[in-house]
């Protein structure tokens, strides 16, 4: 379980080659998250939601790895609600965020203007570490546009990535 003073959710959840559990979501907890009963994380910024993701044993429920991603601002949102796992247990997120953050020192800015939302796709390695992250801007600048994504699939070494929007998007 994972809860806090705030929101806290996973929603969607995706197995690995050893059936362990990846769950992805977000928390806008205040104070503190707990997994499991124990105090993982103490946030620095109050009515903000973080993306969380965590693997979990397949075999008993106990954490083995969690990232929380922040916004780089208080007040704003990186939300995580697609995951999947690939062949060799490389993990990739996706979300949408109205805020720029980092994974791991990998930036992901904000480009609108205005509250909006800008989707993004990452691949972690099967501890939880960035191998890579890819952002998709609007065609134009401007007025913000909203963006989320919607399913995610990797087969063969291919990536299948589905998302809705309100504005053209460079792909």
Same mark, same amino acid.
Request: hydrophobic residues 35%; negative net charge; aromatic residues 16%.
């Given at each position: &379980?994972?809860?806090? /003073?705030?929101?806290?959710?996973?929603?969607? +959840?995706? +197995?690995?080659?050893?059936?362990? *559990?990846?769950?992805?979501? $977000? @928390?806008?907890?205040?104070?503190?998250?707990?997994?499991?009963?124990?105090?993982?994380?103490?946030?620095?910024?109050?009515? &903000?939601? =973080? #993306?969380?993701?965590?693997?979990?044993?397949?075999? /008993? #429920?106990? +954490? *083995? $790895? *969690?990232?929380?991603?922040?916004?780089?601002?208080?007040?704003?949102?990186?939300?995580?609600?697609?995951? &999947?796992?690939?062949?060799?247990?490389?993990?990739?997120?996706?979300?949408?965020?109205? @805020?720029?953050?980092?994974?791991?020192?990998?930036? %992901?800015?904000? &480009?609108?203007?205005? $509250?909006?939302?800008?989707?993004? +796709? !990452?691949?972690? /390695?099967?501890?939880? !570490?960035?191998? $890579?992250?890819?952002?998709?801007?609007?065609?134009?600048?401007?007025?913000?546009?909203?963006?989320?994504? =919607?399913? *995610?699939?990797?087969? /063969?070494?291919?990536?299948? %990535?589905?998302?809705?929007?309100?504005?053209?998007?460079?792909?």
């Amino acid at each position: &379980t994972m809860t806090g /003073d705030g929101y806290d959710s996973f929603f969607d +959840l995706a +197995l690995d080659s050893e059936n362990n *559990i990846i769950a992805a979501g $977000w @928390s806008s907890a205040n104070d503190y998250i707990e997994v499991n009963g124990v105090t993982v994380y103490e946030p620095d910024m109050e009515w &903000t939601s =973080r #993306g969380v993701v965590a693997k979990f044993s397949g075999v /008993d #429920g106990s +954490l *083995i $790895w *969690i990232k929380f991603i922040n916004p780089n601002e208080e007040y704003y949102n990186t939300n995580l609600n697609k995951v &999947t796992v690939d062949a060799d247990d490389n993990v990739y997120i996706a979300g949408y965020s109205n @805020s720029g953050f980092e994974i791991d020192g990998v930036e %992901f800015p904000y &480009t609108q203007e205005g $509250w909006g939302s800008i989707t993004f +796709l !990452a691949k972690l /390695d099967s501890d939880g !570490a960035i191998v $890579w992250g890819k952002q998709f801007h609007f065609v134009e600048e401007g007025d913000s546009g909203w963006s989320f994504s =919607r399913a *995610i699939k990797v087969k /063969d070494e291919q990536i299948f %990535f589905g998302f809705q929007y309100s504005k053209p998007i460079n792909v």
